[in-house]
């Protein structure tokens, strides 16, 4: 991880343009931990990283900027700043659960493994955004902040059309890839990404070709900036739902494939029931294989997977409801064979009224189809004719005949 360490702006001191930034980038990779110094560079620049986009959004308050009325198309800047500072404010929570990590510097092998599942994890804004990674929303609070910089700039002399032609490429840039990731996904609805970044790779090239000669095109760049901050704005958000909806739809097609490995099991658990249990559960064991392949839209595979949680408790449901008189049949014959082993230690085996005991339990509960409730209420039977006599009191020493 190479980057320039650009310090934080001063009280009054102006924002370095963000296309002379450095760009974040994560150490490690996700299931393998970064080593302590790659670690402690990236909370460096994270940390300057954090202190400069604050001073950059703290400039841009819109309040402080204009105390006239704000017209309606203004006012939608509000929504851009308060979606870029609760992304910001996400970083920088993301940010401290990585310091008390670290520990100042403190870390093993675990921590450092936590650290870099911190870094590559995914994190929830809050801001409608989505759940996003560390740089994701990084890069994303970037974008708004440069297009929120470039609306909200009433200097003249302040605009650097080159400047902002380089960053307006290096967003493109990212744009395509994040358009190319979504295609790949086979996931898009209505007009290409691609076309549409394309076009604006386009309108670029035609506010070059004007501005080299000579024309007036900060207008159109303004414009421009706008656009590629919300396609790119838009992209990052498309892409990390396609990815969550990807990852949901990998875990409902392992329960399934889970369900369905499980599900003979059961039935042959209901198949035995149903020979040795007189009156066994009604209960029908359900078809996982039913409910097919997960769907690929959001909406279906909520609604799959919302079946398939209701497929699972009806598996786990019916497994419990057949093994249960099995478990008691084996309760009983464990209870009979007790019972039979202290009544031959006692002596009371051998009586009539034992025996006959003996033999219409073990008759009822080794009888198929097995009724539960004659063989319980015969073991019983057995338990009582069985157990020990009571003791005569003898008469205390020395007492009167």
Same mark, same amino acid.
């Given at each position: 991880?190479?980057?320039?360490?650009?310090?934080?702006?001063?009280? $009054?001191?102006?924002?370095?343009?963000? $296309?002379?930034?450095?760009?974040?980038?994560?150490?490690?990779?996700?299931?393998?931990?970064?080593?302590?110094?790659?670690? %402690?560079?990236?909370?460096?620049?994270?940390?300057?990283?954090?202190?400069?986009?604050?001073?950059?959004?703290?400039? %841009?308050?819109?309040?402080?900027?204009?105390?006239?009325?704000?017209?309606?198309?203004?006012?939608?800047?509000?929504?851009?700043?308060?979606?870029?500072?609760?992304?910001?404010?996400?970083?920088?929570?993301?940010?401290?659960?990585?310091?008390?990590?670290?520990?100042?510097?403190?870390?093993?092998?675990?921590?450092?493994?936590?650290?870099?599942?911190?870094?590559?994890?995914?994190?929830?804004? $809050?801001?409608?955004? &989505?759940?996003?990674?560390?740089?994701?929303?990084?890069?994303?609070?970037?974008?708004?902040?440069?297009?929120?910089?470039?609306?909200?700039?009433?200097?003249?002399?302040?605009?650097?059309?080159?400047?902002?032609?380089?960053? /307006?490429?290096?967003?493109?840039?990212?744009?395509?890839?994040?358009?190319?990731?979504?295609?790949?996904?086979?996931?898009?609805?209505?007009?290409?990404?691609?076309?549409?970044?394309?076009?604006?790779?386009?309108?670029?090239?035609?506010?070059?070709?004007?501005?080299?000669?000579?024309?007036?095109?900060? &207008?159109?760049?303004?414009? =421009?900036?706008?656009?590629?901050?919300?396609?790119?704005?838009?992209?990052?958000?498309?892409?990390?739902?396609?990815?969550?909806?990807?990852?949901?739809? &990998?875990?409902? /097609?392992?329960?399934?494939?889970?369900?369905?490995?499980?599900?003979?099991?059961?039935?042959?658990?209901?198949?035995?029931?149903?020979?040795?249990?007189?009156?066994?559960?009604?209960?029908?064991?359900?078809?996982?294989?039913?409910?097919?392949?997960?769907?690929?839209?959001?909406?279906?595979?909520?609604?799959?997977?919302?079946?398939?949680?209701?497929?699972?408790?009806?598996?786990?449901?019916?497994?419990?409801?057949?093994?249960?008189?099995?478990?008691?049949?084996?309760? =009983?014959?464990?209870?009979?064979?007790?019972?039979?082993?202290?009544?031959?230690?006692?002596?009371?085996?051998?009586?009539?009224?034992?025996? @006959?005991?003996?033999?219409?339990?073990?008759?009822?509960?080794?009888?198929?189809?097995?009724?539960?409730?004659?063989?319980?209420?015969?073991?019983?039977?057995?338990?009582?004719?069985?157990?020990?006599?009571?003791?005569?009191?003898?008469?205390?020493? $020395? @007492?009167?005949?």
């Amino acid at each position: 991880m190479t980057t320039q360490n650009i310090p934080a702006p001063g009280p $009054g001191q102006p924002a370095a343009p963000l $296309g002379a930034q450095p760009v974040l980038t994560a150490p490690g990779s996700m299931g393998r931990a970064a080593d302590a110094p790659a670690l %402690l560079r990236f909370l460096t620049e994270l940390g300057e990283w954090s202190a400069r986009r604050r001073a950059e959004l703290d400039e %841009l308050d819109p309040d402080s900027l204009d105390p006239e009325p704000w017209t309606p198309a203004e006012l939608a800047l509000r929504d851009d700043l308060v979606l870029a500072m609760g992304l910001w404010q996400s970083v920088r929570s993301r940010a401290d659960d990585l310091h008390r990590t670290w520990d100042s510097g403190r870390v093993g092998v675990v921590e450092r493994e936590q650290m870099t599942a911190l870094i590559w994890g995914r994190l929830d804004t $809050g801001t409608g955004a &989505g759940t996003l990674s560390l740089l994701e929303a990084a890069r994303l609070c970037d974008t708004l902040t440069a297009s929120l910089q470039s609306r909200l700039n009433h200097d003249p002399d302040a605009t650097d059309v080159l400047r902002r032609r380089r960053a /307006l490429r290096a967003a493109l840039v990212r744009c395509e890839d994040l358009a190319s990731a979504l295609a790949a996904t086979d996931e898009t609805d209505g007009p290409s990404t691609a076309d549409q970044v394309a076009d604006l790779v386009r309108r670029l090239g035609v506010v070059t070709s004007q501005s080299e000669r000579g024309a007036d095109v900060a &207008g159109r760049l303004a414009e =421009l900036e706008i656009d590629v901050a919300r396609a790119e704005r838009d992209l990052i958000v498309a892409l990390s739902a396609h990815q969550q909806l990807a990852r949901d739809r &990998g875990r409902a /097609l392992r329960l399934r494939t889970a369900l369905a490995s499980s599900e003979p099991a059961v039935h042959d658990l209901a198949d035995r029931t149903r020979a040795e249990i007189a009156d066994p559960p009604r209960l029908a064991v359900p078809d996982v294989t039913r409910l097919g392949d997960p769907p690929t839209d959001r909406a279906g595979l909520d609604s799959y997977t919302a079946r398939l949680g209701r497929a699972e408790q009806a598996l786990a449901q019916a497994r419990e409801a057949f093994s249960a008189p099995l478990r008691q049949r084996a309760s =009983l014959r464990y209870s009979l064979r007790t019972a039979t082993e202290r009544s031959l230690a006692n002596g009371r085996a051998e009586t009539a009224t034992a025996q @006959a005991a003996l033999e219409e339990a073990t008759a009822a509960v080794e009888a198929t189809p097995c009724d539960l409730a004659l063989a319980a209420a015969l073991v019983e039977q057995y338990e009582i004719v069985t157990r020990d006599l009571p003791r005569p009191v003898r008469p205390a020493h $020395g @007492a009167a005949s």
